[in-house]
């Protein structure tokens, strides 16, 4: 059977996936969030786990981490919750995160879990490549955990090569050299980025992210990628709606891809 993530770069439409910090905005939200992101028609979920200090993150997705930490969230209660994931969600779900609570917990122990509750891969911005070839890269394998590495505008060709060398899963493609959460701006500069790693050939499809916060934005990003991430759009609405977090949900995907609904790729 096909890896998951390998069934989703399959479609013929560009892929939406969306960011949630998981335990929020309520503990218990976790599989119901993203039961209902697959049925409003995402394509996959990052799942990021809390971490007291996210400093790459900006403030939107810094206060969801502070509040899913003090209503008790971590990493062995939400490996306990995740066990309820694959009965319900089909789509790939990935998890999000710094590397700190991961030493915490224990790596064997980390990959151990995600391939138990069927984690599709990992996206650990702060793992140095350096480090993840010589001590990780084949346990991660032998769990069938998809890596994905992250490219900025100050990447050079040659390291965006050894990174599409390493990476598994996805090349993650930073929008912007700044924290999540700006709006994107897609000018002649950004898109003359995408256009230059668009037409390096690599191996690993790509996906933008940092910035994706409506229709207008989704559609320029992926316009030269694979798809496109949203993340602190989504924790916002989240916010707004969290009484009513079906209908949340489906809105908040139906605006950024209207022309697309589930029913259409079956």
Known sequence: MAHRMTQAFAKEHKLLSVFVTAGYPQTQD??????????????????????????????????????????????????????????????????????????????????????????DGLILPDLPLTEYEEEYKDLF???????????????????????????????????????????????????AYFRRIQEMKLSNPLIVGFGIHDQESYEKAVTHTQGAIIGSAFIKALQHGKDDLKTTVHTFVRNIRPSHTVESDT
């Open 30 to 119: 976790t599989i119901a969030i993203c039961k209902h992101l697959q049925d409003a028609g995402a394509d996959m979920i990052e799942l990021g786990f809390p971490f007291s200090d996210p400093l790459a993150d900006g403030p939107t997705i810094q206060q969801s981490n502070e509040v899913s930490l003090s209503q008790g969230m971590t990493l062995p209660l939400l490996f306990e919750q995740l066990k309820e994931l694959r009965p319900a969600v089909e789509i790939p779900v990935l998890l999000m995160g710094y590397l700190n609570p991961v030493l915490q917990y224990g790596v064997e122990r980390f990959v151990k879990d995600c391939q138990e509750v069927g984690i």
């Open 141 to 191: 394998e032998a769990h069938d955990l998809k890596t994905v590495f992250l490219v900025t505008p100050q990447t050079s060709a040659q390291r965006i090569r050894q990174l599409d060398d390493c990476t598994t899963g996805f090349l993650y493609i930073v929008s912007t050299a700044s924290i999540t959460g700006n709006k994107l701006d897609v000018d002649e500069q950004r898109t």
